[in-house]
């Protein structure tokens, strides 16, 4: 009986809580036409207007779209939380229903006008008709616009692939100077809890701050970028380098082979065609400097342009007559043989050698243009090899 007598009374205890507490959609319409009643949204928040508004800002990073160094384009997505009071629009929950919070379209009340000042094309301002405010009873309103922004950033490209790049997010209160709104920034930096890491751009460091400039007030978002560089180094760099000092080992096909030229300039095309690669992916500018990579390609140009020239001299010397005698400075220079003073036995054969008479013999029969060629293939190879190792050395001693 007692557990019977019992149920009721909760019963009665939860319909009267119910209906003290509980509201419906009516009960909120009226509380939204009692507030935009006679409401301005021309004029900003705050009743005492000797002072400024406060407005909190915090910065949230989502993703980074898209970094297009050639024309500058930087796109993320994130979203600005902004709170601020405004005493307007504030109620007592007790006369309506105890609502203490509801939901009502920005365009229908005061908000802060944050304008991207550095955009890629259109300059637009911060938030979209999407997106909704909630408003406290005390007057308090939290704004979370999310959106795309494109800004411009010109990328340092002197060390790329492994570049650091600094981009920035610029917004400025036009409408209102620092006598009229207060923008704090809540960290002062980027909050990344719900960020998606980018496969090309790794975040260093990041910033959030605000300034006064010409009186305006100036929210600065940075965002400290490193490349992601092994997917350079693999489908750029080392195909590049591989193939450059292929060019080296021209010297090595026998001159008989008839396409050593051939092969000398298909191998400068495809430098050339890396050069091309490289360049559009560049932006068209001088400063701060240009790519080191660039610089490093060019030399392989020049070096392989170099490599083709001596390929075809060397391919001259071989279809020299072997009737046409080689002169005396290249037989000293190149043809004189020491190997038979190893070989002497007597005093005979010391004087022969001091006299010179059996190494002018051993000089004579033994150089040939051909052997001058082979000689002078050898030389080249192991100088182009050394220049492109070089080069190469130099190269990652900057950038890295």
Same mark, same amino acid.
């Given at each position: 009986?007692?557990?019977?007598?019992?149920t009721?009374?909760?019963?009665?205890?939860?319909?009267?809580?119910?209906?003290?507490?509980?509201?419906?959609?009516?009960?909120e319409d009226?509380?939204l036409?009692?507030?935009?009643?006679n409401?301005?949204?021309?004029?900003?928040?705050?009743?005492?207007?000797?002072?400024?508004?406060?407005?909190?800002?915090?910065?949230?990073?989502?993703?980074?779209?898209?970094?297009?160094?050639?024309?500058?384009?930087?796109?993320?997505?994130?979203?600005?939380?902004?709170?601020?009071?405004?005493?307007?629009?504030?109620?007592?929950?007790?006369?309506?229903?105890?609502?203490?919070?509801?939901?009502?379209?920005?365009h229908?009340?005061?908000?802060?006008?944050?304008?991207?000042?550095?955009?890629?094309?259109? *300059? =637009?301002? %911060?938030?979209?008709?999407?997106?909704?405010?909630?408003?406290? @009873?005390?007057?308090?309103? &939290?704004?979370t616009? +999310?959106?795309?922004?494109?800004?411009?950033?010109?990328?340092?490209?002197?060390?790329?692939?492994?570049?650091?790049?600094?981009?920035?997010?610029?917004?400025?209160?036009?409408?209102?100077?620092?006598?009229?709104?207060?923008?704090?920034?809540?960290?002062?930096k980027v909050?990344?809890?719900?960020?998606e890491?980018?496969?090309?751009?790794?975040?260093?460091?990041t910033?959030?701050?605000?300034?006064?400039t010409?009186?305006f007030l100036?929210?600065?978002?940075?965002?400290?970028?490193?490349?992601?560089?092994?997917?350079y180094?693999?489908?750029?760099i080392?195909?590049?380098?591989?193939?450059?000092?292929?060019?080296?080992?021209?010297?090595?096909?026998?001159?008989?082979?008839?396409?050593?030229?051939?092969f000398?300039?298909?191998?400068?095309?495809?430098? *050339? =065609?890396f %050069?091309?690669?490289?360049?559009?992916?560049?932006?068209?500018? @001088?400063?701060?400097?240009? &790519?080191?990579?660039? +610089?490093?390609?060019?030399?392989?140009?020049?070096?392989?342009?170099?490599?083709?020239?001596?390929?075809?001299?060397?391919?001259?010397i071989?279809?020299?007559?072997?009737?046409?005698?080689?002169p005396?400075?290249?037989?000293?220079?190149?043809?004189?043989?020491?190997?038979k003073v190893?070989?002497?036995?007597?005093a005979?054969?010391?004087?022969?050698?001091?006299?010179?008479?059996?190494?002018?013999?051993e000089?004579l029969?033994?150089?040939?243009?051909?052997?001058?060629?082979?000689?002078?293939?050898?030389?080249?190879f192991?100088?182009?090899?050394s220049i492109?190792?070089?080069?190469?050395?130099?190269?990652?001693?900057?950038?890295?």
């Open positions: 009986m007692n557990s019977l007598s019992f009721p009374k909760l019963l009665s205890l939860f319909c009267i809580f119910y209906s003290v507490y509980s509201y419906n959609v009516t009960d009226l509380l036409k009692d507030l935009l009643t409401y301005n949204k021309e004029l900003r928040a705050g009743n005492d207007r000797d002072y400024p508004v406060n407005v909190s800002v915090s910065f949230h990073l989502f993703a980074i779209k898209e970094f297009v160094e050639a024309s500058s384009k930087f796109t993320v997505n994130g979203l600005f939380r902004t709170l601020w009071k405004d005493d307007r629009l504030s109620w007592n929950p007790l006369e309506y229903k105890n609502i203490t919070r509801i939901i009502i379209s920005q229908k009340i005061w908000i802060p006008d944050l304008v991207i000042v550095n955009p890629y094309k259109d *300059v =637009v301002g %911060l938030g979209n008709k999407l997106v909704n405010i909630f408003l406290e @009873s005390d007057g308090s309103c &939290s704004w616009p +999310i959106q795309s922004f494109e800004v411009i950033c010109d990328a340092d490209v002197t060390n790329y692939p492994f570049d650091k790049q600094y981009c920035m997010l610029k917004f400025h209160a036009y409408s209102f100077g620092e006598e009229w709104m207060n923008i704090t920034i809540r960290n002062s909050i990344l809890s719900n960020y890491e980018s496969g090309l751009w790794k975040i260093e460091d910033t959030c701050f605000s300034q006064t010409n009186r100036e929210i600065n978002i940075g965002l400290h970028l490193q490349r992601r560089s092994i997917y180094i693999v489908g750029l080392l195909p590049m380098v591989l193939v450059s000092t292929l060019q080296s080992f021209v010297f090595l096909l026998p001159n008989t082979v008839g396409e050593r030229v051939g000398s300039v298909t191998v400068l095309l495809a430098s *050339v =065609v %050069l091309t690669i490289i360049q559009e992916k560049l932006p068209e500018s @001088s400063e701060p400097h240009i &790519s080191i990579l660039g +610089i490093l390609l060019l030399g392989f140009i020049a070096e392989g342009a170099l490599v083709t020239l001596c390929v075809i001299l060397s391919t001259n071989h279809q020299f007559e072997e009737t046409k005698p080689v005396n400075w290249l037989n000293v220079l190149l043809c004189f043989k020491t190997e190893g070989d002497m036995n007597s005979e054969d010391v004087l022969k050698v001091a006299s010179g008479e059996d190494l002018k013999e000089a029969e033994s150089c040939s243009w051909n052997y001058i060629a082979r000689l002078f293939d050898r030389f080249c192991f100088c182009s090899l492109y190792a070089t080069q190469i050395i130099i190269y990652f001693a900057i950038v890295l």
